[in-house]
């Protein structure tokens, strides 16, 4: 079995290490991968969104099953163009992806199918959404429509900073076309949860839930990143709640995109946040989390290729998934300075045993030493009995890998053993 996996960060690499897993998984490609990922699949400088790229690689390496991983070529439709040759994906086609593609097609559809979210008005031009912003309750939740690298979205605590926000994206296109069209959406309020799901437009599986830690600094401080670090499961994710979002949120989802004519299958993201009133989606993602891959992909005790494969082939209510129990903690070293601006080149220094423990995101190969190349270049996963074990191991992990310039949060998952105490 020969696998394709489209992307080059740390979700990517925690995709390919739980598919080789697979025995029957005799080689994998990476599109475009990474300097870390090079150590368990082969590697190709094709950009995961460069769709003709990846289309004329498949034709010539002929993989049995490929997975796009990332929301840009998902978006793209590259699951579009990889079927078209013949080749099986893992991940929704571009009608699906749209979920996550446009935050407008999303709120819409949440309104039309009464599934619970914030209230929202969307603006297509500065001048009613400004006028809209005079009497808006603030705080107030501003959102790109568009994909913006996850970070198109900004909690706006004054009126002054919702202006700034809007101005931004509308008027001086911040995230280019994604800010054309905007949302501004009643801030919410409570414990964030993240719960990835495997689905096949017919049943609908949800994976272990998570928590992330976006802010750059301790004590939920400093600007929005990527993610700085996750836990697993999360203790707000009670079976009370699990069961109002099966029935409130994830089956409606899955019927609803059926009812548009846009059935999704891959992983769908729900990002919930637990109100007084109940649970209510923050976002969708059409695909794993980053850094939530990292945390919920280590605790499945069952094939992930097979579940893969089940998805694609829409028979996933046969396969049985399985969890592990205890808990995961993956913390992310980043370069100082990141989301803004900080140096790389800087060569890492991973001891042995702790390579297996090890996703790679920013990082490339020169002269046969691995150095960072980007903000995330790391993140280190453990899984203990205990959340407390897995937090421990996991900070001892990451104190034993060097670079310069090395920076992590030193709190990941202190709220939630709160939540626990």
């Not at 996550?100 to 619970?116: A, C, H, Q, R, T």
Request: proline share 5%; glycine share 10%; charged share 25%.
């Amino acid at each position: 079995m020969k696998v394709l996996v489209v992307g080059g960060g740390g979700r990517e690499h925690a995709i390919i290490k739980k598919l080789k897993e697979n025995k029957s998984v005799e080689k994998i490609w990476a599109l475009p991968g990474n300097g870390g990922i090079a150590l368990d699949a082969e590697c190709h400088p094709v950009k995961a969104t460069d769709i003709d790229g990846i289309v004329a690689f498949a034709k010539e390496n002929k993989p049995d099953y490929a997975v796009v991983a990332p929301d840009d070529p998902l978006v793209m439709g590259c699951v579009d163009a990889l079927t078209n040759i013949g080749v099986p994906c893992f991940g929704p086609d571009a009608k699906a992806a749209i979920i996550e593609g446009s935050k407008v097609f999303s709120k819409d559809l949440m309104k039309k199918y009464d599934i619970p979210t914030a209230r929202y008005q969307t603006f297509d031009n500065i001048k009613d959404a400004l006028y809209y912003l005079e009497s808006a309750p603030i705080p107030t939740v501003i959102k790109a429509d568009g994909l913006a690298l996850g970070k198109g979205v900004v909690i706006a605590e004054t009126r002054e900073d919702a202006v700034a926000a809007v101005k931004s994206m509308m008027e001086d296109h911040k995230f280019g076309a994604s800010g054309d069209n905007i949302v501004i959406e009643e801030f919410l309020e409570g414990p964030e949860v993240s719960v990835l799901s495997f689905t096949d437009g017919k049943t609908v599986v949800p994976m272990v839930s998570s928590m992330d830690h976006k802010r750059a600094g301790d004590g939920d401080t400093g600007l929005n990143t990527g993610g700085m670090g996750t836990i697993a499961p999360n203790p707000y994710y009670t079976d009370e709640v699990a069961a109002r979002c099966m029935e409130e949120i994830f089956l409606p989802t899955m019927r609803a995109m059926n009812a548009e004519g846009r059935t999704f299958k891959g992983c769908l993201y729900f990002g919930l946040m637990i109100t007084a009133d109940g649970p209510k989606v923050i976002e969708y993602n059409c695909r794993f989390g980053d850094p939530e891959a990292q945390v919920v992909l280590p605790l499945l005790d069952s094939d992930l290729l097979t579940i893969m494969q089940a998805v694609t082939e829409e028979r996933l209510s046969e396969v049985e998934v399985k969890w592990k129990d205890g808990s995961a903690c993956c913390v992310i070293a980043a370069s100082d300075g990141y989301p803004v601006s900080y140096e790389k080149g800087y060569e890492i220094e991973i001891p042995e045993e702790v390579i297996p423990y090890v996703y790679v995101a920013g990082a490339s190969e020169e002269e046969g030493k691995l150095v960072t190349s980007g903000g995330r270049v790391l993140g280190v996963t453990a899984v203990r009995p205990t959340l407390d074990e897995a937090i421990e191991a996991s900070y001892d992990m990451l104190d034993r890998i060097e670079f310069a310039n090395k920076y992590y949060r030193a709190d990941i998952g202190q709220r939630a053993l709160k939540a626990l105490k």
